[in-house]
């Protein structure tokens, strides 16, 4: 129900913008998350909006860098990454959660999109 799109690979200093489609869902009642993980480590929190497009909010080691957005008419929400950095390689997944709580509690998220690989080389 959530398909992510727009990885890729590109030098340091580039820009990817990642995209992620939901269907079967209300995604106006959902806030979104975007999770990134490389192989042998956690799934690791990156940025969350909340269901209103409100509140963006992104951890510190992509804040200026990243930003999410969403569009509630189109059902899909956004992730525009400028300046990217080899240690920002990972296979990037969206998420939707109903419930509010903790942004980078995994557990909380309903669904979850099938990843979409980004791979920054210096």
């Known amino acids: 129900q959530l398909q992510a799109s727009g990885g890729g690979s590109v030098q340091a200093g580039g820009s990817l913008r990642l995209s992620c489609s939901a269907s079967?869902?209300?995604?106006?009642?959902?806030?979104m998350g975007w999770f990134r993980q490389v192989p042998g480590k956690l799934r690791e929190y990156v940025a969350t909006?909340?269901?209103?497009?409100?509140?963006?909010y992104l951890v510190d080691r992509v804040k200026g860098r990243f930003t999410i957005s969403r569009d509630n008419a189109k059902n899909t929400v956004f992730l525009q990454m400028n300046s990217l950095k080899p240690e920002d390689t990972a296979v990037y997944y969206c998420?939707?959660?109903?419930?509010?709580?903790?942004?980078?509690?995994?557990?909380?998220?309903?669904?979850w999109g099938q990843g979409t690989q980004v791979t920054v080389s210096s």
């Open positions: 998420a939707a959660a109903r419930a509010r709580g903790l942004y980078n509690d995994v557990s909380r998220y309903d669904y």
């Open positions: 079967g869902l209300i995604f106006s009642n959902y806030e």
């Open positions: 909006i909340r269901a209103s497009g409100d509140s963006p």
